[in-house]
């Protein structure tokens, strides 16, 4: 069996006519998304917790040295959903 990037599953899945994707990963699973620029939406759900550095990351590292080379986004949305934020982010 070959191993295949990120980028060359999305484009074989592109050859099948299927451009649109639900990702709900874990924290390396959303890190390989953004780290390869492969995301245009992100729909983040917040509780109003905090559980420190004892939680689970959300995203794995994105080894970002420069604020500079950080993944910009534009809030689209941002509403109260039962108790927690919803916001939604759309690349630049």
Known sequence: SST?????????????GITRLLVEGGP???GQFITHNLI???HW???PILIG??????INSLNITKLID???????KN???????????KTR
């Open 53 to 58: 550095s004892d939680g689970i990351n959300a």
């Open 79 to 89: 509403q109260i959903l039962d108790g927690n934020n919803l916001l939604i982010l």
């Open 28 to 30: 390396t699973l959303i």
């Open 40 to 42: 245009d939406q992100i």
């Open 45 to 47: 759900l917040q509780a």
């Open 4 to 16: 295949q990037t990120l980028p060359q599953i999305l484009t074989e899945l592109a050859q099948y």
């Open 70 to 76: 950080a993944s910009k986004f534009k809030i689209i």
